[in-house]
């Protein structure tokens, strides 16, 4: 089964390549680093911007969805407006876009 992890937190103003730079650290730290469980590292991650300066990190794992899995930590307080939103999703479909 894969799940995806999402982790959606807003920088301060004008801190949003900041955050970003951190979260980025924080993502590859997981795709490095063994986790508990004999669960690997994540099959894939993706890391986005948005106006706002407003980052978003989605990992997906080869995992139950209620699997225990590490998961990108809170920034430090200074760095964010509020505190970071985390959603769990169990993959339905896959599709690949066609070439062409």
């Not at 959606?8 to 924080?26: F, I």
């Not at 004999?38 to 969805?65: K, N, S």
């Amino acid at each position: 089964m894969t799940v995806a992890l999402m982790w959606e937190a807003r920088a301060v103003e004008g801190r949003g390549a900041e955050l970003l730079a951190w979260a980025r650290e924080r993502a590859r730290e997981l795709a490095d680093g063994p986790t508990g469980g004999g669960v690997g590292g994540p099959v894939r991650r993706e890391c986005f911007r948005a106006p706002q300066d407003r980052v978003l990190v989605i990992t997906w794992w080869d995992a139950a969805f209620d699997a225990e899995l590490p998961e990108l930590p809170e920034p430090a307080a200074e760095l964010v407006t509020r505190a970071v939103h985390r959603w769990r999703f169990e993959s339905v479909e896959s599709v690949a876009a066609s070439a062409g």
